[in-house]
């Protein structure tokens, strides 16, 4: 298995993108309306091809931003829920919202204790997060775990339960 990392692209590269993709295809574009595209998944280029895609087809504007953002949180909605679901541990959901602004282990081991009342195993919260850091879902920033996508940011809060069974 190989892994590829992407790297977010800096807020004049998704401009760049954006506007290149809009002139290959020929079609006209609203600085505006790209400024909020690119603000909104803040630079995580398979959101930005998808708004591009998306506005080329069905025609730019700032409705379709919020389209676009909506649909795509509806996407990480279902990866993550299916995520889960293979996993069998709702405490997934759980570091994720721990995660929502940053959180280090400690904060996010006490949040998790609190929401399920349970005691947390350490080696089981390495893991939980482990996983999630693994699979793109959360990457560490200095002490802290943080949601990596801003779109998922979005989608968890969406989110209240996984039905596990």
């Known amino acids: 298995m190989e892994r590829v990392e992407l790297k977010r692209l ?5 401009m760049d993108f954006l506007r290149r ?6 079609e006209g574009f609203d600085e505006r309306v790209l400024e909020l595209a690119v603000d909104r998944p803040d630079g995580v280029i398979g959101w930005l091809s998808y708004f591009g895609l998306t506005a080329i087809r069905d025609g730019l504007s700032e409705r379709m931003v919020d ?3 909506d649909e795509a949180s509806r996407i990480m909605v ?15 959901l759980w570091v994720m919202k721990a995660a929502k602004g940053g959180a ?11 929401r399920t009342g349970d ?11 482990k ?6 879902f959360l990457a560490k920033d200095g002490e ?3 949601i990596a996508d801003p779109v998922l940011i979005r989608a968890i809060e969406r989110i209240e339960r996984i039905q596990i069974h």
Request: glycine share 6%.
């Open 10 to 14: 800096t807020r004049e590269q998704s």
């Open 21 to 26: 993709g809009f002139t290959e295809a020929g």
């Open 67 to 69: 389209y676009v953002v």
């Open 78 to 92: 279902n990866e993550f829920s299916d995520f889960v679901r293979k996993r069998g541990s709702e405490r997934y």
């Open 104 to 114: 280090s282990w400690s904060e996010v081991k006490s949040f998790l204790e609190l």
């Open 119 to 129: 005691k947390l195993y350490d080696s089981e919260l390495s893991k939980l997060l």
């Open 131 to 136: 996983n999630l850091v693994d699979v793109g």
């Open 144 to 146: 802290k775990y943080v």
